[in-house]
């Protein structure tokens, strides 16, 4: 009878498991399982510290006998595995303070990631979360009545904890050393995210990196000195690739356990899946890390179909995620502009800011949308998402697109589900496909909010055909106001050169823009209007550089 032995549990380890037996009804399958539990849901982990989910059982989704009931694995936890021996295809553990060998016929690696500590003066303070054990200490320190908690990252699990932990009444205070939250956000949209994180008290710290933990504060590298009771860090993960170094496996550049499209290593009997494993990216073929739990679930099922020798699709990750930031859903898929930039690849980006559904329906929310696309295939490169409802039909909607190879035109065309209460009859994700189509065949050129200056230095002439009152609540600086509906019986007022088109979210703009071309006036349109430029970290009015 064949042994199977996966090492580590959780998404991606559990997965290959289960399916496996249910391809494999004989077959040993045993599963070493380093901490105490084996089956949880990690994502979950931030809303129990925070009190929303209230019960610790809640968070398990399987233990050791109900997988052996169901499925007769054999589940071994606070079982560390300390080698693996690949010529006599032996792995040795430690349990219960003793060490015990277990030979293999096939062996899949998931032993995760583990949370980056840098090695700063009072790190052995600061606390993480990744697991079960590490929830049950934050809840523990929670329940000591800290007054202040400092959080170092703010990425998704630092924005996560910053919610929860504000809900819990601490005062609660993010640092992160980049010039944004969320580094997957371009900055014109991570600013949205800083400010629902500052209107709901969280102090935020950016561009000022960790230098020191104190006993009740922490240092930033600028001086700045933060109190805090309790200090969290959540500044990223690292693949655990020890066990994978030591058996001579080939470790990839991202510093992943190297992998091919059936996630097997350079050892032909051994897989490795989950945080711990490269993962290829759909949009260059690159390897990538991408720690997220669908990922490893899929890859899980993936490397138990390869071992019963069924047809294998290779999948590729677009990297989609998404987190809620208080009253936000902030969601992304593919690439950002940042990432293009550094790539030397040629793409347009798109902004609008729609309404979630119908606006004469009670309850609109309003949104924020960027598209980034080749300018020459067409291909969506990358979407991100920013709102209080629709975000995250919309992302998803788009992101299925650039799996099925749907081009950002498009998107017009696809018939999506529509009533007054749920959408438009333009939904969001049809105008965006709308607007590609106008920016790509070059009916409606358009420039970026941080391209302005650099047109007014062209001599351009900034026009706002907004309403007076709009204007009076904030425009472009040197902007001339004519109203879109005056245009005609003004037009001895529009200037004799360029004329850069910008109103509130550029669909008025783009209207001005076509009657000005159509009079014989080079104009081109703000992308994304007033909205976006005025939410670009150097606009943004919204924005504190100092926390009181």
Not at 395 to 419: F, H, Q, S, W
Request: proline residues 5%.
């Amino acid at each position: 009878m064949k042994r199977y032995v996966v090492i580590g549990g959780v998404a991606g380890g559990m997965s290959a498991a289960a399916r496996l037996r249910r391809l494999d009804a004989t077959s040993e399958i045993v599963i070493l399982e380093k901490s105490g539990f084996v089956s949880y849901a990690n994502c979950g982990l931030p809303y129990f510290v925070g009190g929303v989910i209230q019960n610790e059982e809640a968070l398990l989704l399987q233990t050791p006998e109900s997988l052996f009931k169901r499925f007769r694995l054999d589940v071994r936890v606070s079982a560390e595995v300390t080698a693996i021996d690949r010529e006599s295809k032996t792995v040795t553990y430690s349990h219960l303070g003793a060490l015990h060998q277990l030979t293999y016929d096939k062996l899949i690696l998931s032993p995760g990631a583990a949370p980056i500590r840098p090695n700063i003066p009072g790190i052995e303070r600061s606390l993480s979360l990744r697991n079960i054990e590490d929830v049950m200490a934050l809840d523990a320190a929670v329940s000591h009545h800290p007054k202040s908690v400092a959080i170092i990252g703010g990425g998704f699990i630092g924005v996560e904890l910053a919610e929860n932990l504000r809900h819990r009444g601490l005062s609660t205070s993010v640092i992160e050393a980049l010039d944004q939250v969320l580094a997957p956000l371009d900055p014109e949209m991570a600013t949205f995210v800083a400010v629902e994180l500052r209107k709901n008290e969280i102090n935020l710290y950016l561009g000022d990196a960790l230098a020191s933990i104190d006993e009740k504060s922490v240092t930033l590298a600028s001086g700045t000195v933060v109190p805090a009771d309790m200090v969290i860090m959540a500044i990223g993960v690292r693949p655990e690739t020890s066990l994978a170094k030591s058996a001579g496996l080939v470790i990839g550049e991202r510093g992943g356990i190297s992998v091919n499209e059936f996630n097997l290593t350079s050892d032909p009997d051994i897989y490795a899946i989950g945080d711990a494993a490269e993962k290829k990216d759909a949009l260059d073929g690159s390897a990538t890390l991408v720690p997220l739990a669908n990922i490893a679930n899929r890859h899980g099922r993936i490397v138990a179909d390869h071992i019963a020798g069924k047809a294998i699709r290779g999948v590729t990750t677009q990297g989609t995620a998404i987190v809620k930031v208080f009253e936000l859903t902030v969601a992304t898929s593919g690439w950002n502009e940042k990432r293009l930039i550094a790539a030397g690849r040629p793409y347009v980006a798109i902004h609008n800011h729609p309404a979630s559904h119908a606006g004469y329906y009670p309850g609109a929310q309003g949104m924020s949308l960027k598209l980034l696309v080749d300018p020459e295939s067409y291909e969506i490169l990358g979407v991100q998402g920013v709102g209080r409802d629709g975000v995250d039909k919309r992302i998803d909607v788009i992101a299925t697109a650039m799996r099925g190879g749907i081009t950002a035109p498009e998107l017009a065309d696809l018939e999506l589900a529509y009533a007054p209460p749920f959408s438009s009859a333009k939904d969001p994700v049809n105008m965006l496909g709308y607007i590609a189509e106008n920016v790509l065949s070059g009916l409606t050129p358009t420039a970026q909010w941080n391209e302005v200056e650099a047109k007014v230095a062209e001599g351009y002439t900034i026009l706002d055909v907004r309403s007076v009152g709009e204007v009076d609540r904030g425009t472009l600086p040197g902007a001339l106001n004519i109203p879109i509906d005056e245009i005609r019986e003004r037009k001895d007022e529009l200037p004799t050169g360029n004329i850069l088109v910008t109103c509130q979210v550029g669909q008025r703009g783009h209207a001005a823009t076509r009657l000005l071309r159509e009079m014989g006036y080079e104009a081109i349109n703000l992308d994304g209007g007033y909205m976006t430029w005025s939410n670009s970290p150097a606009n943004n009015q919204l924005k504190e550089k100092v926390n009181n």
